[in-house]
Structure formats: C-alpha cells, structure tokens
C-alpha cells in the first residue's frame, strides 16, 4: 500500500454517529438514495456523550484515515450534554495527533440531526476530501510523521504548511 | 487529593531512550480521580506510545497495567509480573508512586508520565484548585476554614497585603484572595475579633524547610 | 528618642513631616543614586530607598541607602518578606544598622510575577506585622527571635505601609492596629487619588485612636501625565485613581498635564494636611525626583525643620 498517492485512494473513514440524531440522518440519506462516498464506515453509538478519546484514538492506529464523531444539534441531547462533552473532547484528541505526528485534520466533530439527511452527506464528502488532501494514515502505510517538528525532517510533510483545524 | 496532569508525549518519550520493553503503569487512586494517571489515562498514554513508535521507527513493545495505589507496597507488589522482564517502567503516579515503585522494583528504570502538581479540591468538572501545602501545622480553625498558607500568594499569616482588590489577588484577576474569604467567613461565623490578635513568626520546622518529613505511629506499628 | 534619626525629631518636635523616595538603578551605577537624591537634598527629612520594587532586580536598599548617608541625606531603609528569611532579614538589619542607617520600613512585598524574575521562589518566611515585630523587640529588649541575645542593639525608627484603598476596606485599621501592636512607629500609606475614602479610612484609624500611637504619613504621588493616570488607575494593585482625576489630567492640554500633576499633588497634600491623625506626608515622585522643590514648595512645606 506505500505506493498509494495522496488524493487518488479511497479513504477509510470511521464515523461514530448517535442513535438519536446522526445515524437515524444516515439512514434518511439511504431511503432518500442521496449519493455519497462509501468510504465512511459508521459505528452506532447511544449518545455521542459515550465518546472516549480512545476510540478515536484506536480508529487511527487500527488505520483509518480520518474519524469523526456526529451528535445532535446544540441543546438537542437525548442525555442532555452528552454531545457538548464530546465536542469538548475532540480538540484534546487533536493535540494527542499533533504530539503524535499525525494530523488534526484527521478527526472532527459534527452536529447532524435526525432530520439533516443532505447534512450527513455534506460531512462524509467533507471528510473524505480531507482524507484525500491529507493522504493515507501513514500509521497504515508505513510513513514517518506528517505533523510537527518530526514531519519536517523525515519529510513526510508535503504540501506545506498544515490548514488548522475547523471545527 | 493530589493533582496531577500528564507530560507531554515528547517528553515521555524522551525519557525512554534505548528503551525496547516498556511498561505504563497507572494509579488507581489521586491521579485516576484527576484523570491524569489513571486505568483510562495508561490506555490512551500506551495507545499514543504504540502510534508514536509507528511513525518514528522506534522499536518498542508497550504493555499496560494499574495498581489501586503505587504508594502502598501491598498495591506494588500486584504489578509484579507485569514489570518482570521491562527496560523502562513508565510510572503515571504522582512523584511518590514513581519513587515508590523504583524502590520496590530495584534495580527497574523508573520514568514519571505525570507532573505532580498540588494538594487540591475538584471545584468542578475539570477543574482543580490547591487548598493545602502540608505544612505540619494546621491554622484553619483560626482562619475559618481558609488556608492562608496555601492559598494567600504570599503565605501570610495577619491579614491580607495591600494589594488585595474586589476579592481578588494582585498576582491575578482569577485567583480569590485567601484573605478576603478568610474575612468573610470569620465575619460571618462572628469570631472577626480573632483577627485582631497577631500571629507571630510560624515555625517551618514542620514544613518541608525541616528537611523530609516522616510520620511514625508506635500505635500502628505493632 | 528611640533612634535618633531625624525623621523622629521632626515627629518630636510636633512638626509636619515630609519623606521622599529613590528608587535604586538596575544595576551598580551609583551616579543615578546620586542623580535622583541631589534634587531632595534639603528638601525632606528622610528618603525611601526602596527593596527591589515591583520585583524588579536593583541596587540593595542598604548599598543605596549608605550612598544617600555620605550625601547627607537621611535614609528610609524599605525591607521586603518576599527575598529574604528570617536569618538574612535579622542579619542586614544588624548589617544597615552598623552601616548608619537609623529608619527602616517594613513590607510584605510586591509578588515575583509583577517583575523580571518570575521563575524565582519567593520565601515569605515572616510577614510585614511580625517584621516590624522582630525589629521592635531588636531595639526594645536587645534580643533575636528565638529569645537570644544580641552585642549592640540597633535602634531603628519603624515604619510599615498601609493600603486604605485595599479590600476588604473594613479590615483595613485593624490591620493598621495591629502594626501599631507589633510596635510601628510610623506608617507611610499607599498614593492617595481617592479623598473621600481617605478620609473615611482616617475617621475610623481615630476614632480607634491609633493616631496617638504612631505617626501617619498621607502617600502622594503627582501624575506626570496622562498615561501615568491610566497606567495607576488600571495596572498598578492597590492604588484607586477616581474618574474625577483622570477627567482632570484629560481636561487640560497635553503639553500643561505635568504641571496640572503637580498642581494637584499640592493641593492634595495641602488638603492631607487637615485632616484629623495625618503626621506628614509621604512624596513619591517617581521617576521625578527634580520635582520635588517645585511641589514642596508650592506645599509650603519649605524649609525643612532644623532638629539636630
């Protein structure tokens, strides 16, 4: 897999999406045959408050190239906070990457509700996008760092400067 | 409780140079409630170690475990063939456990993940703040309930200095003067008139500035 | 007398005492200690010299202090808890003292974080109320703490700071009360901007009779300008600038500002001077020191008594 080059492989993205919201929004997007890449693969989950941070963390080693987590819109948590807790969670895992040498980039958190069918297809097609800027999870294919004073010296980091994370 | 927070990962593995089998070894108790060192902590710590080997080409085998306690020996010894056969232990307990664990493991390399901060109270999610410095001589019954040494930024003992403004600290608008709360609550309780009375020079001798301190029961010890 | 110095001749002789201040130079150039205290020469009847202000590192208090001796001028040695032990505290005492000087100020200390050595371990090891006890018990009973005696005692004139514009507000004099208990001789209060609160502060220190036990020296600072206003009003702890003065250095031209500083530095030691319990006055001209004449003559506080 180490000649696959940036932008032209099909990523592998992992998605925990919340029963209440997101997942039900996925399956909205199938019954309503939106087209979208298939390269998410989605983990249901009760409530994104079941979050840790080593379930992203595990997604990335095991070599997915980007995870996001997908919870109800603010003030619509089945649980109450269980979607602010993850978001919170999220910019932590990003410094985990950064200490890494991975890219922040690789994980995100999104809002979908149940209802937000073309919402859902708009975040895989994000996220696979940045899957393809960023390359295939060197953790996979064997690369040296991509992020950090370490990307610059193995040279993993081609494209210059990194965006920052949105959010 | 003591608080701590994790180092950060270039650090710890700075620490382990020439290292090839690793262990990362939690703390059930002060550092698991602050999560800093805990069951959790020693999983992500491992998981980010494994990450990090991937991508350097460091070759190193990570294995986990957690003892309720790392300052008991009882506890220690739990961790007796998880250590076996490691090069580096890396210790997420506060600064006793790692010592506590280097002195049971002799001769084991014993690294610390975790920067041992303060005697504090958990005022929140996520959030920390220090109440106590274990000086050996307690003064809260006279200061109602409020440590002047710990928590006034100049450990005074006779009121607060003058750069005391809308209950806050000259050090910092966050940080509460310990002397205005000291104020509030004697005032409160009605005992303002033990303010009055000057508290002459303490004695550190019962602090750390009497050397290293040690505690010896006869009545436990039998 | 106690000590001798001037300072307490002046309080002696029922007269209204006027202090200054110099701030030593951040490094060893004695000529900017003899730049600053040229200008106070004659002018008041003792000079602070103060303890690494603001934490910032300078010249000791005492190398300074003894430079302002062989000018002729009386020295204020200040002396902060927050670098110092208790050992080297008692030690310098006996040290400044051999070396002539007879007053000296005890205080807590500005934080570390306010300076240029923030990484330092601040020591804190007495506070300001049980300094001005151990040196009281120097100069009353010839002993050090612990209960040993001393060979020569050093006679010190004590003063300490008070802050009438800290919280809370209603501690204040009791604060101020127990200095005089620990045996202050002479207080000299943080830069009075805020009239109405002073006074508030000085009815309460009376009506505790505290005046009769020490002598209180009102703190004055005039504003050089505008910024100066602003920088007191917002960053400096402790200090409460009205809205009134700022509007006041604001309502006049930028070039007339200083001498509307000085004006008002006049007429707030003019009007210091009536109140009930205030001894003196404390002038801290910082960074100003040749203003001095000009202020305190407009005071009509010159000359100085002659006591000795």
């Known amino acids: 897999m180490n000649d696959v080059k940036k932008g032209d492989f099909e990523p592998k993205i992992v998605a925990f999406a919340c029963e209440y919201c997101s997942y039900t929004a996925a399956d909205l997007a199938g019954s309503m045959r939106l087209q979208y890449p298939a390269s998410v693969r989605i983990i249901l989950i009760p409530c994104t408050g079941r979050m840790d941070a080593i379930m992203l963390l595990k997604a990335l080693d095991e070599g997915a190239d980007a995870v996001f987590v997908s919870g109800c819109q603010p003030g619509d948590c089945h649980f109450l906070r269980g979607n602010y807790r993850a978001k919170a969670m999220v910019p932590g895992v990003k410094k985990m990457l950064e200490e890494i040498g991975l890219d922040p980039d690789r994980v995100e958190f999104f809002h979908v509700a149940a209802s937000e069918a073309q919402r859902w297809v708009e975040v895989v097609e994000e996220m696979t996008a940045r899957a393809r800027r960023l390359g295939p999870n060197p953790l996979r294919t064997g690369g040296g760092p991509e992020y950090g004073p370490l990307a610059e010296k193995k040279g993993g980091k081609e494209d210059g400067p990194r965006r920052q994370a949105s959010a | 409780m003591i608080v701590g927070e994790r180092k950060p990962l270039e650090e710890i593995i700075e620490s382990l140079e020439g290292a090839e089998k690793v262990l990362v070894a939690g703390c059930g108790t002060c550092v698991a409630i602050c999560m800093a060192g805990g069951e959790k902590e020693v ?15 460091m070759k190193i085998e990570v294995s986990e475990a957690t003892a309720q306690r790392q300052c008991d020996k009882e506890y220690l010894d739990t961790l007796k063939d998880d250590v076996k056969g490691k090069d580096v232990v890396i210790s997420m307990a506060c600064g006793i456990g790692v010592q506590y664990m280097a002195l049971n493991y002799e001769p084991m390399r014993v690294v610390p993940a975790v920067n041992t901060d303060f005697l504090g109270a958990n005022l929140d999610v996520g959030e920390w703040a220090e109440y106590c410095q274990s000086c050996g001589d307690c003064v809260l019954a006279d200061t109602g309930g409020v440590c002047p040494i710990a928590r006034c930024s100049k450990s005074l003992l006779n009121g607060p200095c003058g750069g005391s403004a809308d209950g806050k600290c000259e050090i910092d608008p966050e940080t509460e003067c310990a002397w205005q709360l000291i104020y509030d609550r004697m005032k409160a309780l009605g005992r303002l008139e033990k303010l009055t009375e000057i508290r002459p020079p303490r004695s550190w001798k019962t602090s750390r500035d009497g050397g290293p301190r040690r505690l010896v029961r006869e009545d436990q010890k039998a | 007398m106690k000590s001798g110095s001037n300072l307490e001749k002046v309080f002696e ?76 505290m008692q030690s310098d005492i006996f040290g400044a003292y051999a070396l002539g000087i007879r007053n000296m100020l005890c205080l807590s200390g500005d934080h570390q974080i306010f300076g240029n050595q923030q990484d330092a371990k601040n020591v804190f090891d007495i506070d300001s109320i049980q300094l001005i006890n151990v040196v009281h018990t120097m100069r009353e009973e010839g002993k050090i703490l612990g209960g040993d005696d001393i060979d020569g005692k050093p006679e010190m004139f004590i003063g300490a700071a008070a802050n009438p514009f800290g919280d809370p507000f209603d501690f204040r004099p009791i604060r101020l009360a127990k200095k005089v208990a620990a045996g202050v001789d002479f207080i000299q209060t943080q830069c009075i901007y805020n009239m109405p609160k002073f006074r508030e502060y000085m009815k309460r220190v009376v009506d505790m009779g505290l005046h009769e036990k020490c002598h209180i020296m009102a703190g004055i600072t005039p504003l050089k300008s505008l910024p100066m206003a602003k920088y007191m009003a917002k960053k400096v702890s402790g200090i409460d600038v009205p809205q009134e003065i700022l509007d006041r250095m604001k309502g006049v031209e930028k070039k007339k500002r200083a001498a509307e500083g000085i004006k008002l530095a006049i007429e707030q030691i003019q009007e210091v001077k009536d109140i009930e319990g205030v001894d003196g006055v404390h002038l801290m001209a910082i960074e100003w020191e040749k203003k001095v004449p000009e202020i305190v003559e407009g005071a009509g506080l010159h000359p100085r008594p002659q006591v000795s």
Not at chain 3, 28 to 55: C, F, M, P, R, W
Not at chain 3, 70 to 87: S, Y
């Open chain 2, 43 to 57: 999983g992500m710590l491992a998981s980010e170690l494994k990450m990090a080997a991937k991508l350097r080409d």
């Open chain 3, 13 to 88: 002789k029922g007269e209204f005492a006027l202090t200054g201040e110099c701030g030593p130079p951040r490094g060893a150039d004695l000529e900017v200690v003899k730049e600053k205290a040229k200008h106070l020469v004659g002018y008041v009847d003792a000079v602070n010299v103060t303890d690494n202000q603001t934490s910032i590192v300078r010249m000791s208090s005492i190398g300074a202090s003894k430079v302002l001796i062989d000018m002729g001028l009386e020295p204020v040695m200040q002396m902060v808890c927050r670098d110092r032990n208790r050992i080297a």
